[in-house]
């Protein structure tokens, strides 16, 4: 019997350790994305604002998803991207959240109306609006506008700012799904100019010399702006992301994604500054 007792007991005890290695094997196994149990966040873009987010045949290019692939390897997060278009990407973090995106960016701005419905992230690029028209035009700011005919993409701080200038109501003021199809309104000789984020305006002007656009910069009427990781409110992504922005930022590896997509250099002091 005592044999028998004994034997069991290191039955027992064999099948308990056993039990505690694979245990403990289980918790230090590794998938693709990283540690078991870590979550791949699900980030929302509208990969139609080039230079800031495109298509290149299937894939999704820009500054913002180089930027945003240096700032979630800094964080030490695992994500992907996907194309919804921007009024899906806004409407689903609308209210906390919930849906099937945890954040979005593209090129999103930070403003105080948003950030009553919506977190955001530190800042990671500054912008302003800037006007396309034709040379010869004779405009000259956004001033010049009022009685002429623009295109601006709906819902965005452009539509603001036109709305305040041109008045809400205003028919000359055509508000369009994206800014590839007010730039083809313009095109098409249906307006007299857009107006768009200086870095969408500026790619245009550079990718068609023989079209004979120019753009204007008025900081009078168009004053800075920061994009910002869009997020719902309350979201642990903030206290995540904000730290690995700063880093980014702050290094030479910054510096060579806005001079790959951007064609210049960065003044990265009003990033630092911002809050």
Not at 243 to 257: G, M, R, T
Request: net charge negative; glycine share 10%; hydrophobic share 40%.
């Amino acid at each position: 019997m005592k044999l028998g007792n004994n034997r069991s007991r290191g039955i027992i005890m064999g099948a308990a350790l056993l039990l505690l290695v694979l245990t403990i094997g289980g918790c230090s196994s590794k998938d693709q994305d990283g540690e078991q149990g870590d979550k791949t966040y699900i980030i929302a873009t509208d990969a139609s604002y080039a230079p800031m987010e495109l298509m290149d045949k299937d894939k999704i290019v820009g500054f913002d998803i180089d930027l945003l692939a240096a700032v979630m390897k800094e964080a030490g997060l695992s994500y992907k991207v996907v194309n919804v278009g921007w009024d899906a990407l806004m409407n689903s973090l609308l209210d906390g959240g919930g849906g099937e995106y945890d954040a979005a960016i593209s090129a999103v701005s930070i403003t105080s109306e948003r950030e009553q419905s919506y977190d955001f992230s530190a800042p990671y690029f500054e912008s302003t609006n800037m006007i396309l028209t034709k040379e010869g035009s004779g405009i000259k700011s956004a001033a010049d506008l009022v009685g002429k005919k623009v295109a601006v993409q709906g819902a965005t701080t452009a539509d603001t700012l036109m709305s305040g200038i041109m008045g809400q109501s205003s028919t000359d003021l055509k508000r369009f799904d994206s800014n590839v199809l007010a730039l083809l309104e313009l095109d098409n000789n249906g307006v007299d100019a857009v107006v768009a984020d200086i870095a969408v305006v500026g790619e245009y002007v550079r990718n068609n010399p023989d079209k004979h656009y120019e753009g204007i910069v008025d900081r009078t009427h168009f004053a800075s702006e920061f994009y910002g990781i869009l997020l719902p409110t309350g979201s642990e992504l903030k206290a995540k992301l904000d730290p690995a922005i700063k880093k980014v930022i702050a290094s030479d590896e910054y510096a060579a994604i806005y001079e790959k997509w951007l064609g210049d250099k960065p003044d990265i002091t009003p990033l630092l500054k911002a809050e």
